[in-house]
T-cell receptor, first 114, second 113 residues
Framework: AQKITQTQPGMFVQEKEAVTLDCTYD???????LFWYKQPSSGEMIFLIY??????QNATEGRYSLNFQKARKSANLVISASQLGDSAMYFC???????????FGTGTRLTIIP | DTAVSQTPKYLVTQMGNDKSIKCEQN?????MYWYKQDSKKFLKIMFS???????INETVPNRFSPKSPDKAHLNLHINSLELGDSAVYFC????????????FGPGTRLLVL
């Protein structure tokens, strides 16, 4: 079984600061993918970034980067130079290879303070 | 161009009614999904279809029946709606192979009165 844990229900960060959202996972499968999604107050789910379990380098997409520590089973999302528009719920998710099922964490509500 | 679209966006109905939510994707993906997001924002998969074939059927009441007329469409029909069915329902799609990303529709907010 796969499990995702996000221990920060809410975070407040000053605008322009960097922020790290925590995510740990548990799976017995050696092949898996990790995903982060953003859900703004308007409700849509926006894909941000992906990390494969065999990827040698941490994934980056613009201001988003994924701090992947395989031995610790953590996949933290780092947002650099935060902006007001980054205020949203952020979900970590994982999927084992060959399995269509995407398992989500409980989410972190990020609020950027001007 | 909307990649994954759902209709309606909002659905308010009485207990006991039957309702459908439609989903279409224009990404050429093979696999489509339905997820339910409850009032605490927890997202859980309900169904997955690959090329019109049911792949995943989580523990969902029989009142929920997905239908895939073709690989670009996956509709969700709900019979005898109950108060606990109130939630946001998301459709998503992806390629099946590898670890392809799932792209989500805008969600349908269902309120059962």
């Amino acid at each position: 079984a796969q499990k995702i844990t996000q221990t920060q229900p809410g975070m407040f960060v000053q605008e322009k600061e960097a922020v790290t959202l925590d995510c740990t996972y548990d799976t017995s499968d050696p092949s898996y993918g990790l995903f982060w999604y953003k859900q703004p107050s308007s409700g849509e789910m926006i894909f941000l970034i992906y990390q494969g379990s065999y990827d040698q380098q941490n994934a980056t997409e613009g201001r988003y980067s994924l701090n992947f520590q395989k031995a610790r089973k953590s996949a933290n999302l780092v947002i650099s130079a935060s902006q007001l528009g980054d205020s949203a719920m952020y979900f970590c998710a994982m999927r084992n290879f060959g399995n269509e099922k995407l398992t989500f964490g409980t989410g972190t509500r990020l609020t950027i303070i001007p | 161009d909307t990649a994954v679209s759902q209709t309606p966006k909002y659905l308010v109905t009485q207990m006991g009614n039957d309702k459908s939510i439609k989903c279409e994707q224009n990404l050429g993906h093979d696999t489509m999904y339905w997820y339910k997001q409850d009032s605490k924002k927890f997202l859980k998969i309900m169904f997955s279809y690959n090329n019109k074939e049911l792949i995943i059927n989580e523990t969902v009441p029989n009142r929920f029946s997905p239908k895939s007329p073709d690989k670009a469409h996956l509709n969700l029909h709900i019979n005898s709606l109950e108060l606990g069915d109130s939630a946001v329902y998301f459709c998503a799609s992806s390629q099946r192979e590898g670890q392809e990303t799932q792209y989500f529709g805008p969600g349908t907010r269902l309120l059962v009165l």
